[in-house]
């Protein structure tokens, strides 16, 4: 007898009679299987469904690309540049935008926000590791981080009176 068993990306293979096998299986799912579940409930990894469900009313896919959409101006600055990095993400993992990375002047052309006003807020959030900075062949470009989104959505959550997603 030969069993295979595929749970996520772990695989295994059993073979031999039918009582080892039996026996081999139990054992590998009262071993393995709790120990993922346990690892599943800390790991953090926002699919892009999950992104697009926290954020469905401030952020937009527009002709001319992934954009911030506020009415009013409730939002801080750092708030409108974390969420253009995550509309930037949310455009790259729907194919409407090469990468997931903004460079100042592309933040500044999306948010219409002071040059220096970004600058300074970036270097903040950099510091507390909500933004990571990468250096490219294109010049200095930033990224939302798993810990940004989190900050995000709960201080979004706290301005729109919505239940926060996690």
Known sequence: MNVTISYGTMRAEFSGDAEEVLASVNTFLTKEIPGIDLARSIFVN???TELVQMFPETIKM????????VANN????KE???LQLIAAKIG????????SAMSLSELQ??????????SSRLSELVKIRYIEKEASDT????RITTQGIHWLNAAISKKTKRPQQT
């Not at 052309?109 to 970004?118: M, R």
């Open 46 to 48: 926002y699919s892009l």
């Open 139 to 142: 010049g200095i470009q930033y």
């Open 62 to 69: 527009t002709p001319e690309g992934p954009r911030v959409w």
């Open 109 to 118: 052309s999306a948010t219409s926000l002071n040059p220096k006003s970004i």
């Open 92 to 99: 790259h993992g729907t194919g409407r935008s090469h990468t």
């Open 74 to 77: 409730k939002l801080s600055d």
């Open 80 to 82: 409108v540049v974390g």
